[in-house]
């Protein structure tokens, strides 16, 4: 799911590759600094759709950018001309909402029976992110087991004595990549599993969803969320061209909620040879892909974390009202997606 380092040279030459090289972060060298101070590299954002510009504008003027569109039923719902079954909903998600998943994508939704990026190295990991909040250690107790236990118990002394694997719960959130929520999805075998343990949706996220989806649903259908897939990103992280292909009915959309930090998101055609349309994602957006559009590759080449690009502002404020200041720390650098899919 995340993009690898290793991409051939005949890559290199579609145009999605292209656009995902001209966003991604590169490092360059600044000379006034005696040690090479790393800076990132300037790229032109000139041509990046950016729709809460867009949003503001039309309700000022009346007028949109060529190629993009309202919806029929909703002003506020934005289209690309090119693109039908795709949907930006700006400012979606409340300031309110907003939090809620930001903390919900960290405590509850890692939790087992979901499954992460972290189970097959080990297994199921409990209270992740309480544990990293608390400084404690993942202590490998045999092949098959590993416990947490605080920094500077006799066990962790013990397993380093016996040359026995440890890891920061710190270091394991940084590194949580992907959970999975209702309908586990195996990514081994590319395909949900039935016969995973899973616990359902949250009923609140369910209906934020439904509500979103119901200007692409076909008529006189209610979306039914069954499984959900959420990422997390860090500084550096991207998400590589792709299609999501796996549930059973494409006229039924994705919904994809963004929260944290600003991305740049790639929507391009059928084939990766279609140059894609760069748009940036923010926290609270919505976009939904139905229909010809659950055919199109798209990914995410950049997320941005410095405090002039990142607008989370009014996040950082709010976030430490609660459990301290640890979920504004995470969320300062970190870009979480939450997309919900009708599987059946």
Same mark, same amino acid.
């Given at each position: 799911?995340?993009?690898?380092?290793?991409?051939?040279?005949?890559?290199?030459?579609?145009?999605?590759?292209?656009?995902?090289?001209?966003?991604?972060?590169?490092?360059?060298?600044?000379?006034?600094?005696?040690?090479?101070?790393?800076?990132?590299?300037?790229?032109?954002?000139?041509?990046?759709?950016?729709?809460?510009?867009?949003?503001?504008?039309?309700?000022?003027?009346?007028?949109?950018?060529?190629?993009?569109?309202?919806?029929?039923?909703?002003?506020?719902?934005?289209?690309?001309?090119?693109?039908?079954?795709?949907?930006?909903?700006?400012?979606?998600?409340?300031?309110?909402?907003?939090?809620?998943?930001?903390?919900?994508?960290?405590?509850?939704?890692?939790?087992?029976?979901?499954?992460?990026?972290?189970?097959?190295?080990?297994?199921?990991?409990?209270?992740?992110?309480?544990?990293?909040?608390?400084?404690?250690?993942?202590?490998?107790?045999?092949?098959?087991?590993?416990?947490?236990?605080?920094? +500077?118990?006799? *066990? !962790?002394?013990?397993?380093?004595?016996? =040359?026995?694997?440890?890891? $920061?719960?710190?270091?394991? @959130? %940084?590194?949580?990549?992907?959970?999975?929520?209702?309908?586990?999805?195996?990514?081994?075998?590319?395909?949900?599993?039935?016969?995973?343990?899973?616990?359902?949706?949250?009923?609140?996220?369910?209906?934020?969803?439904?509500?979103?989806?119901?200007?692409?649903?076909?008529?006189?259908?209610?979306?039914?969320?069954?499984?959900?897939?959420?990422?997390?990103?860090?500084?550096?992280?991207?998400?590589?061209?792709?299609?999501?292909?796996?549930?059973?009915?494409?006229?039924?959309?994705?919904?994809?909620?963004?929260? +944290?930090?600003? *991305? !740049?998101?790639?929507?391009?055609?059928? =084939?990766?040879?279609?140059? $894609?349309?760069?748009?940036? @994602? %923010?926290?609270?957006?919505?976009?939904?892909?139905?229909?010809?559009?659950?055919?199109?590759?798209?990914?995410?080449?950049?997320?941005?974390?410095?405090?002039?690009?990142?607008?989370?502002?009014?996040?950082?404020?709010?976030?430490?009202?609660?459990?301290?200041?640890?979920?504004?720390?995470?969320?300062?650098?970190?870009?979480?997606?939450?997309?919900?899919?009708?599987?059946?």
């Amino acid at each position: 799911m995340y993009e690898s380092a290793n991409v051939s040279d005949d890559a290199d030459r579609t145009a999605f590759r292209r656009a995902e090289k001209k966003y991604k972060l590169y490092y360059e060298q600044d000379s006034k600094f005696s040690r090479k101070k790393k800076l990132p590299k300037p790229v032109d954002l000139s041509s990046v759709l950016d729709f809460n510009s867009i949003s503001q504008d039309f309700n000022k003027t009346g007028v949109l950018p060529d190629g993009i569109r309202v919806a029929e039923s909703d002003s506020s719902v934005f289209c690309i001309e090119n693109r039908p079954g795709f949907y930006f909903i700006p400012n979606a998600l409340s300031l309110e909402e907003q939090c809620k998943w930001i903390k919900e994508s960290l405590t509850s939704f890692p939790q087992p029976p979901n499954r992460t990026n972290h189970n097959a190295i080990y297994g199921p990991v409990a209270d992740l992110f309480d544990s990293a909040k608390t400084n404690k250690v993942l202590v490998q107790e045999d092949t098959k087991r590993w416990k947490f236990y605080d920094d +500077g118990e006799e *066990a !962790i002394v013990d397993a380093k004595q016996r =040359s026995c694997k440890s890891v $920061p719960a710190s270091v394991l @959130l %940084r590194k949580l990549r992907w959970s999975t929520l209702g309908l586990q999805f195996d990514w081994s075998k590319r395909n949900y599993d039935v016969s995973l343990p899973h616990n359902n949706i949250p009923d609140a996220l369910c209906q934020l969803a439904k509500r979103h989806a119901a200007i692409a649903m076909p008529v006189g259908e209610e979306f039914r969320p069954e499984g959900a897939i959420v990422n997390y990103f860090g500084l550096g992280d991207t998400l590589g061209g792709h299609l999501d292909d796996m549930e059973a009915d494409w006229s039924k959309p994705i919904v994809s909620m963004s929260l +944290g930090c600003k *991305a !740049i998101f790639l929507l391009g055609g059928k =084939s990766k040879e279609d140059p $894609p349309h760069a748009m940036y @994602l %923010r926290s609270g957006d919505v976009v939904l892909m139905a229909g010809e559009a659950r055919e199109c590759f798209h990914g995410v080449p950049r997320i941005f974390i410095d405090e002039e690009n990142a607008d989370i502002g009014a996040l950082e404020s709010e976030l430490p009202h609660e459990r301290g200041h640890f979920f504004a720390e995470y969320i300062k650098t970190s870009r979480i997606n939450i997309n919900i899919r009708q599987v059946f």
